[in-house]
């Protein structure tokens, strides 16, 4: 009965090595994954200050390009606001021009009359200037 005691007591230490061994392969495959998992988080950590970097940059680019942008709608708001002014004066000058064609046709409406009485006295002026002149020359032409 000792030998079976002994037997077991040294096929619980075979079994205890393997275990051992079996243990320390898995812990140093396990080691070997963590060390890739800390190389890839290195690279991964590298990756992400150069994102940072870029987006910073990004950032101060975009920013300067709306005081661009907002410096360029000022000055385009000030050539609307002279476009504006101008679209104004011309109404105004059209309305004068108006006014002036209104009131040149009303005085002409009301002094109709009197122009159709210088047109008639200057036909007869001219008629009687005409026959003056054929009076002379017929003078001319007896002599």
């Given amino acids: ?25 898995t812990l140093n495959a396990l080691q070997g994954t963590l060390t890739n998992v800390a190389s890839t988080l290195s690279a991964l950590e590298k990756q992400m200050e150069g994102i940072t970097s870029e987006t910073t940059q990004l950032l101060h680019k975009t920013n300067n390009l ?33 006014n002036v064609t209104t009131s040149v046709a009303t005085n002409l409406e009301q002094n109709q009359d009197k122009v159709n009485q210088i047109a008639q006295w200057s036909n007869a002026v001219i008629e009687l200037w005409s026959r003056w002149k054929q009076k002379k020359e017929s003078k001319q032409v007896g002599e």
């Avoid at 009965?1 to 243990?23: D, G, N, P, Q």
């Avoid at 360029?72 to 059209?94: A, F, R």
């Fill in 1 to 25: 009965m000792i030998i079976i005691l002994y037997l077991s007591i040294a096929l619980i230490a075979i079994a205890f090595t393997i275990l051992v061994i079996y243990v320390s392969k």
């Fill in 66 to 98: 709306a005081e661009d942008i907002q410096q360029k709608s000022e000055k385009l708001n000030s050539v609307v606001d002279s476009v504006k002014d101008i679209g104004t004066t011309i109404q105004q000058l059209n309305q004068s021009v108006k």
